[in-house]
T-cell receptor, first 114, second 117 residues
Framework: DAKTTQPPSMDCAEGRAANLPCNHS???????VYWYRQIHSQGPQYIIH???NNETNEMASLIITEDRKSSTLILPHATLRDTAVYYC???????????????FGKGTKLSVKP | GAVVSQHPSRVICKSGTSVKIECRSLDFQATTMFWYRQFPKKSLMLMAT?????????EQGVEKDKFLINHASLTLSTLTVTSAHPEDSSFYIC?????????????FGPGTRLTVL
């Protein structure tokens, strides 16, 4: 079973920031938080991942609470093309050969509206 | 991000036939590849993990004799659905992990839609 809890759906107005929450209260010290999204009938797209520090890239920002029990993915200026199912996944990460597998939960269906 | 391709993107076959799906990592070497299956309105389910040059590891409930996986090179893995039946109709998605350069991030292919008549 997935180790994360996400709201099943969210709406966001085009041009506004989309803040997608994720709870992972049982996260272990060596587990990273990964975010992927899946646009209808396509393969999942990697967005961002982090361990404990906040992360930012060209797609999004990831805010992880100090206790690491929850995180928020932020799309700063949502567009219609950001409409997708967003998956928050915790997984043993880092370098080397001991990474865990990506286990997908139900995700959050984000609908960006004009 | 890294590019993973799948071929074919869509296939329709008759019940009882076998179908092969190819997964390629185009700009990196993938020592580990993964196969997922997704039914309509459901999430992705991991079927198996394959390491280059060794036998695949199947998840519980996935029949290894029905879903044959070959990972013969660092850029190619194949999934063969043998003696396909209508209940095998699904969206099959492969994924590859770049061990060396990209922090072990896993990248996904565009998926293959299999319809068994």
């Amino acid at each position: 079973d997935a180790k994360t809890t996400q709201p099943p759906s969210m709406d966001c107005a085009e041009g506004r920031a989309a803040n997608l929450p994720c709870n992972h209260s049982t996260i272990s010290g060596n587990e990273y938080v990964y975010w992927y999204r899946q646009i209808h009938s396509q393969g999942p797209q990697y967005i961002i991942h982090g361990l404990k520090n906040n992360e930012t890239n060209e797609m999004a920002s990831l805010i992880i609470t100090e206790d690491r029990k929850s995180s928020t993915l932020i799309l700063p200026h949502a567009t219609l093309r950001d409409t997708a199912v967003y998956y928050c996944i915790v997984r043993v990460g880092g370098y080397g050969g001991s990474q865990g597998n990506l286990i997908f939960g139900k995700g959050t269906k984000l609908s960006v509206k004009p | 991000g890294a590019v993973v391709s799948q071929h074919p993107s869509r296939v329709i076959c008759k019940s009882g036939t076998s179908v092969k799906i190819e997964c390629r990592s185009l700009d990196f070497q993938a020592t580990t590849m993964f196969w997922y299956r997704q039914f309509p309105k459901k999430s992705l389910m991991l079927m198996a993990t394959s390491n280059e040059g060794s036998k695949a590891t199947y998840e519980q409930g996935v029949e290894k004799d029905k879903f044959l996986i070959n990972h013969a090179s660092l850029t190619l893995s194949t999934l063969t659905v043998t003696s396909a039946h209508p209940e095998d109709s699904s969206f099959y998605i492969c994924s590859a992990r770049d061990m060396q350069l990209r922090g072990n991030t896993q990248y996904f292919g565009p998926g293959t839609r299999l319809t068994v008549l």
